[in-house]
């Protein structure tokens, strides 16, 4: 049992009160003990995890009411100097037709979001050293002087505190770098010994100290995970307070070294992005594009477990396949346009508002 040995229906009347009581707690005081959440984490079958989603839907509607927020991606480079065990762009995936966007390339896909309605434009690339901080600032610089009400989300990896701060100076507002696990061992497992786990959390308080929203986030059935490594996450979490948690399915790369290993399911990611929405009712929390990949409607089901975010595609179409961290992902063929009609009618469709503002997280709302 456990949600790492898939969620079943059979388990005892005793550990059923049980887990409800306990999601209750967590409902009422947004903190539980690393013995309950492993408990929780445990004994959840799939009766109590409808619950669970419920009580996590409730939450979010208090806090944010109906709407999800959509954020413009683009994804400007899929060069990559580190070697995760798990991403398809890794640098030792020979592999890959690369590609890097010029800036003016980059501008134009935030005019084409812009148009669309966008405020938030989250940049996205792999470690990609040719994007030194003087390009990087330049391009934040850009877009914040041309696009004035709009937010811009970094997402490129492990910098120092002084690169962090140059491009917080240059107008990023948001900054997002998944922790992957909070557990040390763990994260031993899934990236090769250039990384440390004691840098890339020192990378977290950087960010959060500078004055970013902060995201950190995990995949869900990673190699190595285990109810126990999950707890660890729950318990970070609740600690480290971030304003964005991304959390989706791992699936497996078969030009990586763990091609083979299984996916996460929709119903491990439910429960995960679930908790986070309780322990944190402010949380920002995006149905990932990795829950559409493993289900058409993976990210209408993690809307209704808390999720309140959604982040189409606005990098140009002869691009986007290339940037192939897991593979078969949605969206490669669909201009930025048509991913913007798509997400609004599924956002609809399962009860929900799409909400084009800036979207910030609750506490740095003016
Ligand atoms: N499956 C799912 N998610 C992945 N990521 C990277 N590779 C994969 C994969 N194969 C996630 C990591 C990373 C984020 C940008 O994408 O969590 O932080
Ligand atoms: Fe891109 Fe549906 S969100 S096609």
Do not use: W
């Amino acid at each position: 049992m456990g949600i790492m040995n898939k969620l079943i229906t059979q388990n005892k009347e005793e550990e059923k009160r049980e887990v409800l009581r306990l999601i209750d707690v967590l409902h009422d005081e947004n903190y539980l003990s690393r013995a309950e959440f492993l408990f929780l984490l445990k004994n959840i079958s799939l009766d109590e995890l409808e619950y669970l989603k419920d009580k996590a839907d409730q939450v979010r509607n208090r806090v944010y009411g109906k709407r999800v927020f959509m954020r413009g991606l683009i994804e400007f480079s899929n060069y990559c100097k580190q070697g995760c065990n798990y991403c398809g762009i890794r640098a030792m995936n020979k592999g890959v037709d690369r590609y890097r966007l010029d800036k003016e390339t980059i501008l134009d896909c935030a005019k084409e979001g812009y148009r669309l309605g966008y405020r938030t434009f989250v940049l996205q690339s792999g470690e990609d050293p040719k994007f030194d901080d003087e390009v990087m600032c330049d391009i934040i610089r850009s877009i914040k002087s041309e696009f004035p009400d709009t937010a811009v989300t970094l997402s490129v990896g492990e910098k120092t505190r002084e690169q962090y701060q140059k491009y917080y100076d240059a107008g990023a507002d948001r900054y997002l770098l998944r922790h992957e696990t909070a557990n040390k061992e763990h994260y031993e497992k899934l990236h090769p010994e250039s990384m440390s786990f004691d840098n890339r959390m020192e990378c977290l308080k950087n960010l959060k100290d500078i004055g970013y929203q902060t995201g950190c986030g995990i995949m869900i059935n990673s190699p190595g995970q285990s109810d126990e490594t999950l707890a660890d996450d729950l318990e970070f979490i609740a600690s480290f307070k971030p304003h964005m948690v991304g959390i989706g399915p791992f699936l497996n790369h078969s030009e990586t070294p763990f091609a083979g290993f299984d996916d996460g399911t929709i119903n491990q990611t439910s429960v995960m992005v679930a908790l986070v929405r309780l322990i944190l009712p402010e949380v920002l929390l995006p149905a990932t594009t990795a829950l559409g990949t493993l289900d058409g409607r993976g990210r209408e089901m993690v809307l209704k477990a808390g999720a309140n975010v959604v982040m189409p595609n606005l990098s140009p179409t002869e691009q986007r396949a290339k940037y192939e961290i897991y593979e078969n992902k949605i969206c490669t063929g669909d201009e930025a346009a048509h991913c913007r009609g798509c997400i609004e009618t599924r956002i609809h469709f399962t009860g929900y508002e799409v909400d084009m503002s800036i979207g910030h997280h609750k506490s740095m709302e003016v």
